[in-house]
């Protein structure tokens, strides 16, 4: 939150920006550590974050290029270590952050797996019926190509 703020303007705090930039800060954690180990940094990239942390200290703009890089179609492993470098100066912490690892009730995963089997004999009826029950029980079920994956519902 406050990185998104010059350090010579007023702040202008509310609840919304703080949630937004909570929810930022997670994208940028969740990204990061998607993109696996982290390769040398692009040297473009860094030359654009330390002109604007050199230029009066935006860091308002040094985001800016934070969120171009995460974008951008460069590799992953660069991606990742230029965000490293760019952490350096951000001190968010990004190296270290590990998602929150969840327990999932066996009955939950029972019921994931039955509907899985369901799946696979296309009979969606009950498949949909299971999913419901799973959401009932608080966790969302999200089918990929490797198989479901279950988290507890935000």
């Not at 270590?81 to 100066?89: E, I, M, Q, S, Y």
Request: charged share 30%; aromatic share 8%.
């Amino acid at each position: 939150f406050l990185l998104g703020a010059h350090y010579r303007r007023p702040l202008s705090f509310n609840w919304e920006a703080l949630d937004a930039a909570t929810a930022a800060l997670e994208r940028l954690r969740r990204s990061a550590h998607a993109w696996g180990p982290a390769g040398d940094p692009d040297p473009g990239s860094i030359e654009a974050f330390t002109s604007c942390t050199n230029s009066d200290l935006n860091m308002p703009r040094a985001l800016a290029v934070v969120w171009d890089l995460v974008r951008s179609e460069l590799p992953d492993d660069v991606k990742k270590g230029t965000l490293l470098a760019f952490d350096r100066v951000l001190g968010l912490g990004l190296a270290d952050w590990e998602p929150p690892r969840e327990e999932v009730p066996a009955e939950v995963m029972e019921m994931v797996e039955r509907r899985a089997e369901a799946r696979l004999q296309r009979d969606f009826g009950t498949a949909d019926a299971l999913r419901a029950e799973i959401l009932e029980a608080g966790f969302e079920v999200d089918d990929l190509p490797d198989g479901p994956r279950v988290s507890r519902r935000s």
